[in-house]
């Protein structure tokens, strides 16, 4: 016999902020949701596993009978650029300052099921954290630990929406807690600082326009997107930034989310794996990271940025080929001209071709040449 107490305080003791408990019966309530914005389009095409198996505790662990949910707080850095003499900084989210939180909050939770196994015989258990295929803010909202703003995300009071979330999937009966509860009232901030519109409308995200979604996406990002994506490198904060709710829980002192852009770019992978391989922003390697340095050089606008940029137009990816030709041109000035001139003399990739034309035309028609 364990009780919920003896959970909860073992729980905090480790290092786990919050926790709540809920059965482990569907996910039914954002069933439609979910439908809904397939059907739309608004899903990022990340999302783990089916829909099914994104709201069916019972496909992920036989004779499941709670769900132990729980929140680990972290800090939002400031807002804004950064710049710094002639270093340009690039912006991280909160949730990638530090060590990866997936590895944290795992580690966690190994340490709160060995605890409850030296309690329970025949306990068993499964964990998921963020990228296993259970939907964490409707678990967490189940469970009690907070409730959905109109950002989409979970708020929890005396955290704000500063929270990681994780589950533990058990065999062992539980008694739930009710859902969380609170409303935004007449608030609209998050929705109004938006600056792809990605909150399409109250409680409704668009993934696929969110700047957290599109500095994680391989590939291209669409042009008329980067320059909503200011000095973004992972991750987005400015819904959350905004929020009122998290105005007296949240420091916004800690400046460990600026990252030198020119340093970035000059990195390779055995230098970024000793710097950021324990981090969660390395999950989608460096290139992705690096493309989105050079957007955020961009949308710095400074001259200094056209050194890097330059060398970049010559580097073997064509995807950070083709954003160098953006950014150069939004940069722009009779420097720009010369090197998209020198990229459309020797570029092939016909992608590129089009993007370094295009900025040449775009540059020309500003008349700064
Ligand atoms: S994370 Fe950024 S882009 Fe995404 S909804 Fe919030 S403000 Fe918009
Ligand atoms: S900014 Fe306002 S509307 Fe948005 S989640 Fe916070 S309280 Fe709700």
Known sequence: MITREEIRKTANE???????????????????????????????????????????????????KSIIAVGLSYKFPPGGCEKQGDCPKGVLSGFAVGEDYHRVIESRLEQLALYIKSRIKGFRYSIMVDTGPLVD???????????????CSIICPGFGSGILLGEMLTNIELEPDTPGSGECGACTLCIDTCPTGALIAPYTLNAKKCISYLTQMRGIVPRELRPKMGTSIYGCDRCQQACPHNRD?????????????????????????????????????LNVLKRNAVIALGNFKK?????????ISKHPSPMLRAHAAWAVGRIGGSRAVRILQNMLDCEKDA?????????LKEVRERRIT
């Open 249 to 285: 829980t949240i420091s916004f002192k800690d400046r460990d989310n600026a990252i030198d852009l020119i340093e970035l770019l000059q990195m390779d992978k055995r230098e970024f794996n000793k710097k950021f391989g324990t981090r969660s922003l390395a999950w989608r390697g």
């Open 303 to 311: 001259e200094e940025g056209l050194d890097i940029l330059a060398s």
């Open 137 to 151: 803010r409707e678990v967490a909202y189940r469970a009690g630990i907070g409730w959905y703003g109109k950002n």
């Open 14 to 64: 480790i290092g786990l902020d919050l926790v709540g408990f809920t059965h482990a019966g569907e996910l039914e309530r954002i069933r439609e949701i979910l439908e809904e914005r397939e059907r739309c389009g608004y899903l990022s095409g990340m999302e783990p596993g089916s829909r099914d198996d994104r709201i069916c505790p019972g496909l992920h662990l036989e004779d499941v």
């Open 351 to 359: 992608d590129v071709r089009s993007e370094a034309e295009l900025s």
